[in-house]
């Protein structure tokens, strides 16, 4: 079944930087509006950031001017730039679409911020 392939994550330090990678498979990338999404361990999953056909952006507001959204049409993925890291940010982060939202969410990549 078509599935996103979320990558990029790791362990940094507070104060550091990631970008993530969603490669989402399927055709008409292009015309889907993309989401990124986390969730913390013992929380349920929230909508960090979304990124329209026509790219327009929008935020979780505690993590405005910190992350950033981004895609590339042409490789079919959707990035996410996340400095100034915290240990609050502490998730699997997971990528997904709508309209038509993937049947099976991704693996997700795990991002680990220590202090």
């Known amino acids: 079944q078509v599935q996103p392939v979320e990558s990029g994550g790791g362990l940094v330090q507070a104060g550091g930087s990631l970008r993530l990678s969603c490669a989402a498979s399927?055709?008409?990338?292009?015309?889907?509006?993309m989401e990124w999404y986390r969730q913390a361990p013992g929380k349920q999953r929230e909508l960090v950031a979304t990124?329209?056909?026509?790219?327009?952006?929008t935020y979780a507001e505690a993590l405005k001017g910190r992350f950033t959204i981004y895609r590339d049409n042409a490789k079919n993925t959707v990035y996410l730039q996340m400095n100034s890291l915290q240990p609050e940010d502490t998730a699997v982060y997971y990528c997904?679409?709508?309209?038509?939202?993937?049947?099976?969410w991704g693996q997700g990549t795990q991002v680990t911020v220590f202090s």
């Open positions: 997904n679409r709508r309209p038509f939202p993937y049947a099976a």
């Open positions: 990124i329209t056909t026509g790219g327009v952006t």
């Open positions: 399927g055709s008409r990338f292009s015309a889907f509006t």
